[in-house]
């Protein structure tokens, strides 16, 4: 089951299935795309799994095993790549949630993400090579971009798996956070981001002519929010 809660512009995109270690299935390919559609104009996105066990473990074995051709196995991976895909050109911040461990599909689920929040005692790894497969669904050239080629290469080649302290250390996840107040505090992050300021932050980080950038300021700049936040600090200068 895949479920989608949007409160007060902030979407959250759950994969609940205890059973399979909120593995991905088909079927949680198909709940995910409607679950995108579903959350399409919030100002944030986050993605995370339920329990305290695993974010995504993966790709579901039980299911995808009865994949034996490789037209079969090609349509799987460009599914789920889709998916990446859309999760990575969401508009709007987008923030994974590491409540639990991320392995194999799980880490490319979780570097779809712009950002990467973790429990402290979770663990990530593109362990595919343990099954003698490869990254498929885009993660691979995602982690390149946060680590680097050559670190990606020896993560990737050998599907090392790394604790959140040396994730973060190394650029694969961005925020560490103890397990005792993780629920909260990404949530208070993902909300965080949830705003215009935000999203018009991630525009710039991404490219646009200077043109557009300084439009975006001049827009916020004129908004009752800017001199409601504005009226407050100078208040609280005098």
């Excluded at 759950?14 to 088909?26: E, F, G, K, Q, V």
């Excluded at 961005?174 to 990404?186: G, L």
Aim: glycine share 10%.
């Amino acid at each position: 089951m895949v479920d989608l809660e949007v409160d007060d512009g902030l979407a959250i995109i759950t994969i609940d299935r205890p059973h399979a270690r909120n593995a991905i299935s088909l079927e949680t390919m198909d709940q995910l795309d409607k679950a995108l559609d579903g959350a399409a104009g919030a100002a944030a996105l986050a993605l995370t799994g339920a329990g305290d066990r695993a974010f995504v473990s993966g790709g579901d074995l039980k299911e995808l095993s009865a994949l034996r051709t490789e037209a079969q196995a090609s349509a799987m991976a460009f599914r789920m790549r889709s998916i990446c895909d859309r999760i990575g050109a969401f508009p709007a911040p987008t923030v994974a949630a590491l409540n639990g461990h991320a392995l194999g599909g799980g880490a490319e689920f979780a570097v779809a993400a712009d950002i990467r929040v973790a429990a402290d005692d979770i663990k990530i790894g593109f362990n595919q090579v343990a099954l003698a497969i490869m990254p498929a669904w885009g993660g691979a050239e995602r982690l390149a971009a946060l680590v680097g080629y050559s670190r990606a290469l020896l993560l990737a080649g050998t599907g090392r798996i790394v604790g959140a302290p040396e994730a973060e250390r190394i650029g694969l996840i961005d925020q560490v956070i103890p397990r005792a107040s993780f629920d909260e505090q990404w949530r208070l992050i993902a909300r965080s981001l949830a705003t215009a300021p935000a999203g018009e932050v991630k525009k710039v980080l991404r490219g646009v002519p200077t043109t557009e950038a300084v439009a975006a300021f001049a827009r916020l700049w004129v908004s009752e929010e800017h001199w409601e936040a504005a009226d407050k600090v100078v208040k609280r200068g005098k």
